[in-house]
């Protein structure tokens, strides 16, 4: 039952929580019942800023009318329809609108659900590429230390984040993983990307090497890693490894999960580095985070290289019941809309000076040991409580909760993403939060 005065259920024990501590919140639960552009309502009436866009995904705000709007009249229209072996208009549409904004060649668009199955998605056609080409010895993949690929099993496996991946077994076999990027002591407190470390894309070459050229399928790693704590890619790495992965016939695969859709100050990171991949996975904020949803974007020689065969036989097999769903399809349409219409796919570069000072102005506040900014997103690093990893930051996080500021926390590191719609007076105000509650724990 409701308590319909504070809208909290009686009981919360059914729902077993992803990726939180379930027993600490289930004692005092932070309950989120509203939203509206940059804030949400917490149960209490406090409004709370979204300094996250929810988990990297509201670009656009919260409960943005046209996005709300498309859903409703999808919903009452065309509800449902297979897109398997059956087609609905609203699902071309929409590739088509996705493949016009992609970066040049990548058009074509395989739907998900999420930026995990995005993910396993793009790892399956890489090997089933090199496969219908004739180049099925090719079946290894890179991920990279500290990457975050989603939970499923490619995206562990390729992913390197070792919480996420120890307790499940051998996971994929045939799978290498190039060095992480962050060198704090050499590039702590950069603005923007760092000066040191370019040269670890030479890694690949290393690691291609050892296992020889003909049995490496695919790279995949995030332009930005995200959700390990905002590493920001040393200048020179990304187009290192795009030399690296041409010269030996490898598919380089951007996870753009986080950094599509403007988060960089461009429509994809690829555009921001000038860097194009082969795949190109995306999720969050290709419906604003409202409905669940993930696109794949692939270069048209991948694509074609399936188009191959006797013409009534199913290329790939893959898909899922609700790839391309029409009211994902129809708050995907009303998101680009939003986002053109409000600018908001270039928003961040006009606000990166502004964000890169505010977040820089933190240096010198206790238990900050690192900054790191790149279009709207930023990252402070706390030193550890000795012995009592994470606990820091979690403080942090409560206590920003407390005061009327939502943050992400990774380990020590404080993410910060907020929706582009954001202004620089609540940057200030954003940035003034997170220097009191930086003042206030231990
Ligand atoms: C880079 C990246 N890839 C994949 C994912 C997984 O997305 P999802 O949680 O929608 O499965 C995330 C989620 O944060 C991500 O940041």
């Not at 509203?34 to 409004?47: C, F, I, L, S």
């Not at 041409?246 to 580095?273: C, M, N, Q, S, W």
């Not at 790149?374 to 909760?401: D, Q």
Request: a negative charge; one cysteine or more; hydrophobic letters at 40%.
């Amino acid at each position: 039952m409701l308590d319909r005065l504070n809208k909290r259920p009686n009981d919360l024990s059914a729902f077993w929580m992803p990726f939180t501590a379930n027993r600490q919140f289930k004692q005092a639960p932070r309950m989120l019942v509203a939203a509206k552009d940059m804030h949400y309502t917490a149960e209490d009436g406090r409004k709370i800023m979204d300094g996250t866009s929810g988990l990297w995904c509201v670009n656009a705000g919260h409960c943005r009318p046209k996005i709300t709007e498309a859903i409703q009249q999808q919903a009452a229209e065309l509800d449902y329809a297979p897109a398997f072996q059956m087609g609905h208009p609203i699902v071309f549409e929409f590739a088509n609108r996705l493949a016009a904004m992609a970066p040049e060649g990548m058009d074509h668009v395989f739907f998900t659900n999420s930026g995990s199955e995005s993910v396993d998605t793009a790892l399956k056609i890489a090997l089933a590429y090199h496969r219908v080409k004739g180049n099925g010895s090719r079946f290894r993949l890179i991920g990279r230390e500290r990457g975050y690929h989603g939970v499923n099993f490619g995206g562990i496996s390729v992913g390197g984040i070792v919480t996420n991946r120890k307790m499940f077994g051998t996971l994929l076999t045939g799978v290498d993983h190039l060095q992480h990027t962050h060198l704090p002591g050499k590039n702590a407190f950069t603005r923007g990307e760092p000066e040191h470390g370019g040269d670890l894309a030479d890694e690949l070459e290393r690691i291609v090497t050892l296992h020889d050229a003909s049995t490496v399928a695919a790279v995949i790693v995030e332009p930005v890693a995200g959700s390990t704590g905002v590493l920001i890619p040393p200048k020179g790495y990304l187009k290192r490894l795009r030399e690296i992965c041409d010269k030996h016939g490898i598919l380089l695969i951007f996870d753009e999960v986080i950094t599509g859709f403007g988060r960089l100050g461009a429509p994809f990171a690829a555009d921001y580095f000038g860097v194009v991949p082969d795949i190109m996975t995306t999720a969050k904020g290709v419906t604003n985070g409202v409905i669940p949803m993930g696109a794949v974007f692939v270069r048209k020689e991948i694509h074609d290289a399936f188009m191959n065969g006797p013409e009534h036989l199913i290329e790939f097999f893959h898909g899922y019941t609700y790839s391309g769903n029409p009211i994902a399809c129809a708050a995907g349409l009303a998101t680009l809309d939003t986002y053109q219409e409000e600018g908001l796919l270039t928003r961040a570069s006009e606000l990166a000076d502004h964000w890169a000072d505010g977040l820089h102005s933190l240096k010198g506040e206790p238990h900050v040991i690192d900054i790191r900014n790149i279009g709207l997103v930023g990252a402070i690093e706390l030193e550890g409580i000795a012995g009592e990893p994470t606990k820091r930051a979690f403080s942090a996080f409560i206590k920003a909760f407390e005061r009327g500021l939502l943050i992400r926390t990774t380990g020590d590191i404080i993410a910060l993403s907020p929706p582009l719609i954001i202004t620089k007076g609540q940057i200030d105000e954003l940035i003034d939060h997170v220097r009191e509650v930086l003042r206030m724990i231990d």
